[in-house]
């Protein structure tokens, strides 16, 4: 099970992080990813890590965000700086795999609602 957290409202140039607590897993040996949608897009793949901690992430935020992971609290985090108002949408942590460089969420989490605006 993945539980989301930490969305909210923010300024543009502000920071959010976003952490997502499992249970009945292991975020050490789990491929797993953050994905976004916003209002009337496609869902988007934010970013991913392996298992190993190799770390890939969308062109849109290289840069600016960065993904992590505390296996001892046993979550994954996405920490978002210099958030821009295309940033808004609902992210959802997954736990899924790799094929390659391209990462597949298999097990979802509920959403949590970022908001970029002034």
């Known amino acids: 099970q993945l539980q989301a957290s930490g969305g909210g409202l923010v300024q543009p140039g502000g920071s959010l992080r976003l952490s997502c607590a499992t249970s009945?897993?292991?975020?050490?040996?789990?491929?797993m990813g953050w994905y976004r949608q916003a209002p009337g897009k496609e869902r988007e793949l934010v970013a991913a890590?392996?298992?190993?901690?190799?770390?890939n992430y969308a062109d849109s935020v290289k840069g600016r965000f960065t993904i992590s992971r505390d296996n001892a609290k046993n979550t994954l985090y996405l920490q978002m700086n210099s958030l821009k108002p295309e940033d808004t949408a609902v992210y959802y942590c997954t736990s899924g795999y790799f094929r390659g460089y391209y990462y597949t969420g298999g097990n979802w989490g509920q959403g949590t609602l970022v908001t970029v605006s002034s």
């Open positions: 009945g897993m292991r975020v050490s040996i789990n491929a």
């Open positions: 890590i392996t298992s190993g901690g190799f770390a």
